[in-house]
């Protein structure tokens, strides 16, 4: 019996250092993305000039702001959000499987120093960002209408919103932005000018 239990408390043991090296592990890696990211978004907001103040707003989200940035941007705001805990390649199913399964993400913001001179929205009508973006173009009561063929991974088909009202941008100018952002990053979800 004494040699059953201390094969079992060898197993326990084990178990713990294993869990405690992967812990480690991931905390480590988690720690190493942070500060990768924190470099790179200062880097990347050091060319729209004027000062940028960064903070960590949560554990995986570090927003920089640029308060006088060069024109045409009045203040720039980028939010970038890190993948939960870096789990995106877990093979969980359903709803928690696809919260796992989000990307890390880079939101901009920006006040211009003049109105633009139309308005305008551009996204895949597919997961939960187009749901989020079609809802705020029905609040806004805009035009909406298919433009362009389905994104790449299942993003749906490519939409366009014009808030009535303003001035309505060539079609074929934002098509051509559409085109541009899609060949740039299979990853833009959505462009917005209001």
Same mark, same amino acid.
């Given at each position: 019996?004494?040699?059953?239990?201390?094969?079992?408390?060898?197993?326990?043991?084990?178990?713990?250092?294993?869990?405690?090296?992967?812990?480690?592990?991931?905390?480590?890696?988690?720690?190493?993305?942070?500060?990768?990211?924190?470099?790179?978004?200062?880097?990347?907001?050091?060319?729209?000039?004027?000062?940028?103040?960064?903070?960590?707003?949560?554990?995986?989200?570090?927003?920089?702001?640029?308060?006088?940035?060069?024109?045409?941007?009045?203040?720039?705001?980028?939010?970038?959000?890190?993948?939960?805990?870096?789990?995106?390649?877990?093979?969980?199913? @359903?709803?928690? #499987? &696809?919260?796992? $399964?989000?990307?890390?993400? +880079?939101?901009?913001? =920006?006040?211009?120093?003049? %109105? /633009? *001179?139309?308005?305008?929205?551009?996204?895949?009508?597919?997961?939960?960002?187009?749901?989020?973006?079609?809802?705020?173009?029905?609040?806004?009561?805009?035009?909406?209408?298919?433009? @362009?063929?389905? #994104? &790449?991974?299942? $993003?749906?088909?490519?939409? +366009?919103?014009?808030? =009535?009202?303003?001035?309505? %941008? /060539? *079609?074929?100018?934002?098509?051509?932005?559409?085109?541009?952002?899609?060949?740039?990053?299979?990853?833009?979800?959505?462009?917005?000018?209001?």
């Amino acid at each position: 019996m004494t040699g059953q239990s201390g094969t079992l408390a060898v197993l326990a043991a084990l178990a713990v250092l294993a869990f405690l090296v992967a812990w480690f592990w991931h905390r480590a890696r988690t720690a190493r993305r942070r500060r990768m990211l924190g470099a790179w978004l200062a880097g990347g907001v050091e060319v729209f000039g004027g000062a940028a103040s960064t903070r960590w707003v949560s554990a995986g989200t570090l927003q920089a702001r640029v308060e006088a940035a060069a024109p045409p941007f009045r203040t720039l705001s980028l939010t970038a959000r890190l993948d939960p805990a870096g789990l995106a390649r877990l093979p969980v199913p @359903g709803r928690l #499987g &696809r919260r796992l $399964r989000a990307r890390d993400r +880079l939101v901009v913001q =920006s006040d211009l120093t003049r %109105a /633009p *001179r139309a308005e305008f929205d551009l996204f895949y009508a597919g997961g939960p960002a187009g749901r989020a973006a079609a809802a705020e173009a029905r609040a806004l009561r805009a035009r909406v209408s298919e433009v @362009g063929e389905p #994104g &790449r991974g299942g $993003r749906g088909p490519l939409v +366009l919103a014009e808030t =009535s009202g303003a001035a309505v %941008a /060539p *079609r074929e100018g934002l098509l051509g932005i559409a085109r541009r952002i899609d060949e740039l990053s299979a990853e833009v979800r959505r462009v917005a000018v209001r």
